[in-house]
């Protein structure tokens, strides 16, 4: 479908450990994956996005890889810090459309 | 700051009743994008507008409806308004209007809307 599955949905890591969420789609013709972080009662703010055309983009202690074969795409964060914690969306951009269908979110919380 | 601008932050009101929601997209940016999140089901796309026109409809039920200004702005109208449709509604701008292209959608601070 157009769904797409996002794992875990809540992740808790003690700080300096490293967190991985992944995000599967369905639809061949998405070509652009973005990340949204969530603070509490606040807007979803971009932190990283890849396009189709690429494996894999990093962004200081952020990373996000991309499977176009398997149609996954993952988020990794090193060195984690604990202003780090908060929901973390994964999106996919609709092929015939503009609009973001998003993943339900993972809570991550990183403790001191 | 995303430069996306809605107003107002809150509001609370009766079931039955109709509000209105306002989004200015960033400076330069010709689409409008409205999305639903709630406990339950998330971040919801529900409509998009793009110069003015509209592009795309999401999960937007009828007693929704919205429009796009030639000033570029937004307005989404929540009517005959339900328990169910406390939530926060966000909007998005990006340059263009997708279609496939590669766009970055940068969300406003949000109207957190609760229905008594």
């Known amino acids: 479908g157009e769904n797409v599955e996002q794992h875990p949905s809540t992740l808790s890591v003690q700080e300096g450990d490293s967190a991985v969420i992944k995000c599967t789609y369905s639809?061949?013709?998405?070509?652009?994956f973005p990340w949204y972080k969530q603070e509490l009662g606040k807007r979803p703010q971009l932190i990283i996005d890849i396009r189709s055309n690429v494996g894999e983009k990093k962004d200081q202690r952020i990373a996000v890889t991309l499977n176009k074969t398997a149609k996954h795409f993952s988020l990794h964060i090193t060195e984690t810090q604990p202003e780090d914690s908060a929901v973390y969306f994964c999106?996919?951009?609709?092929?015939?459309?503009?609009?973001?269908?998003f993943g339900k979110g993972t809570k991550l919380s990183v403790k001191p | 700051d995303s430069g996306v601008t809605q107003t107002p932050k809150h509001l609370i009101t009766a079931t039955g009743q109709r509000v209105t929601l306002r989004c200015s997209p960033r400076s330069g940016d010709l689409s409008v994008y409205w999305y639903q999140q709630s406990l339950d089901q998330g971040l919801q796309f529900l409509i998009q507008y793009y110069n003015g026109e509209e592009r795309a409809k999401g999960n937007i039920l009828e007693r929704f409806s919205a429009q796009q200004f030639p000033d570029l702005h937004s307005e989404l109208n929540l009517s005959s308004l339900e328990l169910g449709d406390s939530a926060l509604y966000f909007c998005a701008s990006s340059v263009g209007f997708g279609r496939g292209t590669w766009e970055t959608q940068y969300f406003g601070p949000g109207t957190r809307l609760l229905v008594l």
């Open positions: 999106a996919r951009i609709r092929g015939s459309q503009g609009n973001l269908i």
């Open positions: 639809d061949s013709a998405s070509n652009y």
